[in-house]
């Protein structure tokens, strides 16, 4: 059965550094969506993305996240200079047109030192 | 404010004990309902949802959810609980009209499951 699959697993990064989290979605998905989760704190809505550009996207998601599809495969997540408070696990979902279930990937564990 | 909560942040029960997780929305319309379970390390596994129709519905690993519009709950049950049930469990809702698609979930509630 098709997975939603994300890399790195785990990301370990220095404040202000740039990271890119990637995320491989079901190939007949196309709503595609990031979340992310605190350690201890429930999961978060960041940003969807429809048809090549963002649908909609939370107060969390400032001028320091952006996402792209560049390939039509892959969707990336990139936090251009990443904060202390950034540390999470960023899990990717998707999901098809007219369907409202949405399949997660495994997550990348961010760590920010 | 719309939101989804979860009352219990934790949950302990015996191996075989019958098991209820509740979920309370607060939204101006009928959302659909989901219920996701992280086991330790892992990603969201959805366990079951609901869209219309029955009010209750059947999920994976012998989980059912039932929908009471009255008192806006979609709570999570099993009648005979596993140790590998041991996770957390989060209920989420996508608004149906006005919100977009995406998922606002609770905040959780752990389960133990003592042998």
């Known amino acids: 059965e098709p997975e939603v699959t994300q890399t790195p697993s785990h990301q370990v990064t220095q404040m202000g550094q740039e990271v890119i989290l990637r995320c491989v979605p079901i190939s007949n998905h196309l709503y595609f969506y990031w979340y992310r989760q605190i350690l201890g704190q429930k999961v978060e809505f960041l940003v969807s993305f429809y048809n090549n550009e963002i649908s909609e996207k939370s107060e969390i998601f400032d001028d320091q996240f952006s996402v792209e599809r560049p390939d039509g495969s892959n969707f990336t997540l990139k936090i251009r200079s990443t904060k202390l408070e950034d540390s999470a696990m960023y899990f990717c979902?998707?999901?098809?047109?007219?369907?409202?279930?949405?399949?997660f990937g495994p997550g990348t564990r961010l760590t920010v030192l | 404010a719309q939101s989804v909560t979860q009352p219990d942040i934790h949950i302990t029960v015996s191996e075989g004990a019958s098991l209820e997780l509740r979920c309370n929305y607060s939204y101006g319309a009928t959302p659909y309902l989901f219920w996701y379970v992280q086991s330790p390390g892992q990603g969201l596994q959805l366990l079951l949802k609901y869209f219309s129709g029955d009010t209750l519905v059947q999920g994976i690993k012998g989980f059912e959810a039932e929908f009471k519009r009255s008192q806006s709950s979609f709570n999570l049950r099993k009648p005979s609980v596993h140790w590998s049930d041991a996770a957390e469990y989060f209920c989420?809702?996508?608004?149906?009209?006005?919100?977009?698609?995406?998922?606002?979930f609770g905040t959780g509630t752990q389960l133990k499951v003592e042998l």
């Open positions: 989420a809702v996508v608004l149906i009209t006005g919100g977009g698609n995406k998922l606002t």
């Open positions: 979902a998707g999901k098809k047109e007219g369907y409202n279930e949405q399949f």
